[in-house]
C-alpha cells in the first residue's frame, strides 16, 4: 500500500503509521448482505418500518470539507512546511478542533492549532525536526452548526 | 462509548427528522391557535372554544417533543464530540450549537407555560405565544447549516427562517385543522376556509426559502442528479409539487365548488395525503441536514450520461450467480480498474467522514450479481402484485382478490435466497446460523413479509376488519419516509449515489400508493373509486424499476 493511499477512515493496514490509532467500530460488512437490505427497502416498502429498515446501507455523513490544504494530499515534500494549513467549507470551532500528527514511528503527536484568523481555516504550526518518512495528519474539526467531521492527510517528506 | 459513535451518524439525522416534525407542527399549532382560532370566536364562539383545546393540546403535545428531542439531540452531539475530543463534557457545553440548543429548549419550555393554563387566549398570551416561536425558530436557524456558511451566511439564514416559517404555517397547521374537520360542517368549511390563506402564505415562503438554498447550496442544475444533496432536494420538490397539487384540489373543494358532494370528505382525505407527504417532506429535510451542501461538491459528481446508462433497462438478472458464470471475472476485472482509479483520485483530494463511520469494502462482482438478481426476481413478484391488483380493481377477475398470496413467493424467496450458507442452501444448519444477528434479521424480514401477506389476504377476504386495514398502506408509508430519510455518502461515492437515485422513485411511489390506500379504504365513494387503480399502478412502477435494476 503506497503511503498516501485512502483507506477506510478508522482503519490502518499493518506496518502503516495509522496502525496505532484505536480503531473506532465501522459499518463495513459483506457487501452482498447489505445488498441485500438495500433490496429490501424498495421490495419491501410495505415492510420496511415492521423491521427491514436496519438492513438499508447508511453510509454516515457530515458536512465540513476541506477545500485545500498544505500540505496537499499525497504530497511528497522535500522539507516539511512550517505549518499545517486547513480551509473548510464551514465556520469551525476552533476551541474544539484537534490536529494530530502521525509519523513513521506510529505516536500521535498533538499540534496546537494557531489562534483564529479566519473562521474557515485551521492552522497549527509543524514541529522543525520532522525527519524523512510518512506522515498522517489526522484532523478533527467541529462546524458552528455542531456537525463533527475528522479526517486524514497523508504526506511524505524526502529528507533534507 | 465506541457503540456512541458508531450511532451517532444515523440516530443524528433521525432525531434531525424527529425533531423538524415536532417542531414544525409545535410553530403551525401555536400560528393556528392565535391567529386562527381566536377570531374565529367572534363568529363561531362555540367552534372557536372546542378548538382552542385541541389546538392547545397540540401545542403541549408537540412542545414536550420538541423539548425532548432537541435535548436529546444535543446530548448525542456532545457526548460524541466529549468521546471523540477525549475530554470533558465541561469543555464542549460553551460550544454554539450547545447553546443553540439551550435557546431552543428555553423557547420551548416558555411555550410550555404559555400553553398550560385552559382557558381563552388573552391578548399578552397571544403575544407571547407567537414571540416565542419566533425564538425557537430563530434559535434553530442559530444550529443550522447556514449558521456555519462562509459566503451568503445572512442570505442563508434569512432563508432558512422563511422556509421554516412557511412549512409551519403549512405542514404544521394541518393536524390541527384536521382535528377541526370533527366539528358541524359550516364550522369546518369555515375553518378550511380561514386556513387557506395561511397554506398559501405558507406555499409562497417555503418557495422563498427554497429559492435561497438554490442560490446557497444547490448553484445548478447539474448538482440536481450529480450530488446526494441535489437529488434529495430534487425529491423535495416532488414531493412538494404532489402537496401542491392536494392543496389546490381543497382550495377549489373549499372556495370554488362548495357544492360538490361530500366535498368536505374529499378536502378530509386529501389533508390526510398531504400530511402523510409533509412528513416524508421533513425526513427528507432532516436527511439533508448531515450532507455538504451541492455547491460544496464539484468534484467526483454522477453525470447525466451515468444517470441515463443505469436507467437504461437491460436484462434482468433471473438466474443465481455463480462463479462458473463468465461475465463474474470480467465485471469484477472492470470494478477493480474503477476501485484502483478511484483510490486515486481519492488520495489526490482531502476526505472527510463523520466519527465512527466506516467505509464500504470494495465492490464485488459477485456481490453485485446478487444483489441485482435478488432485486430483479423481487421485482417480477411486486410486478405481478401490482397487476394482480389492477386486475382486482377491475372487478372482473374474482381470483385476483388473493393477490397478497403472491407475497408467500416473496417470503419463501428471502428466506431461502437471503443468506446462501445457511440451510437449506448451505451447510450451516438453522439454529446455528441464528447466531448471526444478520441471519436473524433477513429471517425476521423474511417471516414479516409472510404475517403482511396473511394479513392482508384476511383483510381481502373481508376476515380482518378495522385498524387493520391500515397496516398495508401505513407501511407502505413509513417504508417510503424511511427510505427517503437514511443518511447519505458525505463525498460523492458515485456508486452509492447511482443506487440511492434509483431509490428515490420507489419513495415517491410508496408515499403516493400508500396515500391512495388509505383513500380507497376511507372514501368517499367517488375518491375511493379512483384510489383503487392508484396504489397498483405504484406497485407496478416500483416493480418495473426493481426487475431493471442495476449495480454496475
Not at chain 2, 406555499?203 to 429559492?211: D, H, P, S
Not at chain 2, 366535498?263 to 378530509?268: A, F, T
Request: glycine fraction near 10%.
Amino acid at each position: 500500500m503506497s503511503e498516501h493511499e485512502i483507506t477506510a477512515p478508522d482503519e490502518a493496514a499493518p506496518g502503516d503509521p495509522r496502525q496505532q490509532e484505536p480503531a473506532l467500530p465501522h459499518t463495513s460488512r459483506p457487501r452482498r448482505r447489505a445488498a441485500l437490505g438495500a433490496l429490501a427497502a424498495p421490495l419491501l416498502a410495505p415492510l420496511l418500518a415492521l423491521g427491514a429498515a436496519p438492513l438499508l446501507p447508511r453510509p454516515a455523513a457530515a458536512h465540513a470539507l476541506v477545500l485545500s490544504s498544505t500540505p496537499a494530499p499525497g504530497a511528497r515534500l522535500g522539507a516539511a512546511p512550517a505549518k499545517v494549513v486547513l480551509r473548510f467549507n464551514s465556520r469551525i470551532d476552533h476551541g474544539r478542533s484537534r490536529m494530530t500528527l502521525f509519523g513513521p514511528d506510529n505516536q500521535p503527536q498533538p499540534l496546537a492549532l494557531a489562534p483564529e484568523t479566519d473562521p474557515a481555516l485551521v492552522e497549527a504550526p509543524l514541529p522543525a525536526t520532522l525527519g524523512a518518512g510518512s506522515f498522517r495528519l489526522r484532523w478533527q474539526v467541529l462546524a458552528v452548526d455542531g456537525h463533527i467531521t475528522r479526517g486524514d492527510i497523508f504526506f511524505t517528506l524526502a529528507g533534507r | 462509548m465506541e457503540s456512541l459513535l458508531d450511532l451517532y451518524g444515523f440516530a443524528s439525522v433521525v432525531l434531525q427528522a424527529l425533531l423538524l416534525l415536532a417542531r414544525t407542527v409545535l410553530l403551525g399549532s401555536v400560528v393556528f391557535w392565535t391567529l386562527l382560532v381566536v377570531p374565529l370566536g367572534a363568529a363561531m364562539p362555540g367552534a372557536a372554544h372546542q378548538l382552542s383545546g385541541t389546538a392547545r393540546r397540540l401545542v403541549l403535545g408537540a412542545g414536550l417533543a420538541t423539548l425532548g428531542l432537541t435535548f436529546l439531540a444535543a446530548a448525542l452531539a456532545v457526548l460524541a464530540l466529549a468521546a471523540t475530543l477525549n475530554t470533558g463534557l465541561g469543555a464542549v457545553l460553551g460550544a454554539d450549537f450547545v447553546r443553540a440548543a439551550l435557546g431552543a429548549m428555553a423557547a420551548t419550555v416558555l411555550l410550555l407555560l404559555l400553553a398550560r393554563a385552559d382557558g381563552a387566549l388573552e391578548p399578552l398570551r397571544r403575544f407571547g405565544l407567537l414571540a416565542a416561536a419566533a425564538t425557537l425558530l430563530a434559535a434553530a436557524v442559530a444550529g443550522s447549516h447556514a449558521m456555519a456558511r462562509t459566503e451568503g451566511r445572512g442570505m442563508l439564514m434569512a432563508a432558512t427562517f422563511v422556509h421554516q416559517v412557511g412549512a409551519a404555517l403549512w405542514i404544521g397547521g394541518l393536524p390541527a385543522l384536521w382535528l377541526g374537520f370533527r366539528l358541524p360542517e359550516r364550522a369546518a368549511r369555515a375553518v378550511g376556509q380561514r386556513y387557506s390563506p395561511f397554506a398559501m402564505a405558507g406555499v409562497g415562503l417555503i418557495l422563498l426559502g427554497a429559492l435561497g438554498f438554490w442560490l446557497g447550496y444547490i448553484g445548478g442544475v447539474p448538482a440536481v442528479y450529480g450530488t446526494a444533496y441535489g437529488a434529495m432536494a430534487g425529491t423535495k420538490m416532488i414531493l412538494l409539487g404532489l402537496l401542491l397539487a392536494l392543496g389546490g384540489a381543497n382550495y377549489l373543494l373549499l372556495h370554488r365548488l362548495e357544492s360538490v358532494p361530500s366535498g368536505l370528505l374529499r378536502v378530509k382525505r386529501f389533508v390526510e395525503s398531504e400530511m402523510a407527504l409533509g412528513v416524508a417532506v421533513l425526513a427528507i429535510a432532516g436527511s439533508l441536514t448531515s450532507v455538504p451542501p451541492a455547491a460544496d461538491l464539484l468534484e467526483d459528481r454522477v453525470t447525466w450520461h451515468e444517470v441515463v446508462e443505469r436507467f437504461t433497462p437491460g436484462t434482468p438478472r433471473l438466474t443465481s450467480p455463480s462463479h462458473e458464470d463468465l461475465a463474474i471475472p470480467a465485471m469484477q476485472a472492470q470494478l477493480d480498474a474503477e476501485w484502483q482509479a478511484a483510490q486515486q483520485r481519492a488520495a489526490e483530494r482531502p476526505q472527510a467522514f463523520t466519527p465512527g463511520e466506516g467505509l464500504l469494502p470494495p465492490r464485488n462482482a459477485q456481490d453485485i450479481a446478487w444483489s441485482e438478481y435478488n432485486h430483479n426476481w423481487s421485482g417480477i413478484v411486486v410486478l405481478l402484485v401490482g397487476l394482480a391488483a389492477l386486475l382486482d380493481a377491475s372487478r372482473k377477475v374474482p381470483f385476483t382478490r388473493h393477490w397478497p398470496l403472491l407475497f408467500l413467493g416473496l417470503f419463501l424467496f428471502l428466506f431461502i435466497r437471503s443468506d446462501p450458507e445457511v440451510w437449506p442452501l448451505g451447510e450451516i444448519g438453522l439454529f446455528a446460523s441464528l447466531r448471526d444477528p444478520e441471519v436473524v434479521q433477513h429471517k425476521l424480514a423474511a417471516l414479516l413479509v409472510l404475517g403482511f401477506a396473511l394479513a392482508e389476504w384476511a383483510v381481502r377476504l373481508g376476515k380482518l376488519t378495522g385498524r387493520y386495514r391500515y397496516v398495508f398502506p401505513l407501511s407502505m408509508l413509513a417504508g417510503g419516509a424511511l427510505l427517503l430519510a437514511h443518511t447519505h455518502a458525505i463525498a460523492n461515492f458515485k456508486e452509492l449515489l447511482l443506487v440511492e437515485l434509483s431509490h428515490l422513485p420507489l419513495a415517491i411511489c410508496a408515499l403516493v400508493g400508500g396515500c391512495a390506500r388509505v383513500i380507497e379504504l376511507r372514501g368517499p365513494d367517488v375518491l375511493a373509486r379512483r384510489a383503487a387503480w392508484v396504489w397498483p399502478a405504484c406497485l407496478v412502477i416500483i416493480g418495473s424499476f426493481l426487475l431493471i435494476y442495476r449495480e454496475a
